[in-house]
């Protein structure tokens, strides 16, 4: 269909990834009905079924997008990351119907997915969907979404930085919004597309390979090592406390107090734009 496209942005250090994601894709939406893109830095991909779009070798994430949402001609993307298997049969009315949504109500922004949860008042033309406010923490991210096509362009905007900044910046905007209620989309939490999120840190999260070999997917281990040990319990406890933090913010402002600081918010500091 020629209303949206389906983006995953990547580099070219995580192409051993890219065979189970679009091995994934296919098991689990074979019928999919929409132009698939994958925007890297130089590498070819041995898939007829995808386009490749090469940004260049020093292409940072902001780049890799910029020239991929420019070549894209849709109204809508369906924004990926290359670490966001399918592991599930796709709701594919659920996303049809999201951007009937987002055409009838001129939403730019319709969320996916969601790490941490989002307890914001139902969207008033859905009994499921969740308003995203200009005030939320982490509201707009760089997890799976539909974007409309012109305004996630403007939001990335011009430079040549990576994914954390941009995330750094939304929460900036989210914390000094003057109309904190302000729409700025809205959050599906069905997760339609069954998303499971594989790696952290580069390395896979052993439940994930695990979820993804009780669907059928081979994840291949021999070029990228599993997360384990003491590293996947820090992890846990980050996740913990970013979730904390996000529906109790006081207890990311202790953390910040004890030395803790988020990527993204260093990101930010060593960009000059933040304080």
């Not at 292409?59 to 001609?73: F, K, M």
Request: hydrophobic share 40%.
């Amino acid at each position: 269909m020629d209303r949206m496209t389906i983006l995953v942005v990547s580099y070219d250090g995580y192409s051993d990834v890219w065979p189970g994601l679009f091995a994934s894709l296919r098991r689990f939406w074979p019928d999919c009905p929409y132009e698939i893109v994958l925007a890297n830095n130089e590498k070819d991909l041995a898939n007829n079924a995808v386009r490749v779009i090469h940004a260049g070798a020093d292409a940072q994430w902001s780049t890799r997008t910029r020239i991929a949402l420019e070549q894209i001609e849709t109204k809508y993307v369906c924004f990926l990351l290359e670490d966001f298997f399918f592991s599930g049969k796709v709701d594919a009315e659920r996303i049809e119907s999201a951007m009937d949504l987002m055409e009838k109500d001129g939403l730019e922004y319709y969320k996916l997915l969601s790490f941490s949860k989002i307890k914001t008042k139902l969207y008033d033309r859905d009994d499921v969907l969740q308003v995203i406010p200009a005030g939320l923490p982490y509201g707009v991210s760089l997890l799976a979404a539909i974007w409309e096509r012109e305004a996630f362009l403007r939001m990335i905007g011009d430079g040549d930085y990576n994914p954390w900044l941009f995330e750094a910046r939304r929460i900036e905007e989210a914390k000094t919004a003057v109309d904190k209620q302000r729409l700025l989309g809205v959050y599906d939490p069905t997760n339609p597309l069954r998303i499971c999120h594989m790696i952290v840190q580069g390395k896979y999260l052993p439940n994930a390979v695990r979820t993804m070999g009780a669907a059928g997917i081979a994840v291949d281990l021999s070029s990228r090592p599993v997360l384990r040990g003491g590293e996947y319990f820090k992890y846990k406890l980050k996740r913990m406390g970013s979730s904390l933090s996000t529906r109790l913010p006081f207890v990311g402002d202790l953390a910040r107090k004890l030395g803790f600081e988020s990527v993204s918010a260093r990101n930010l500091k060593q960009s000059g734009e933040g304080s």
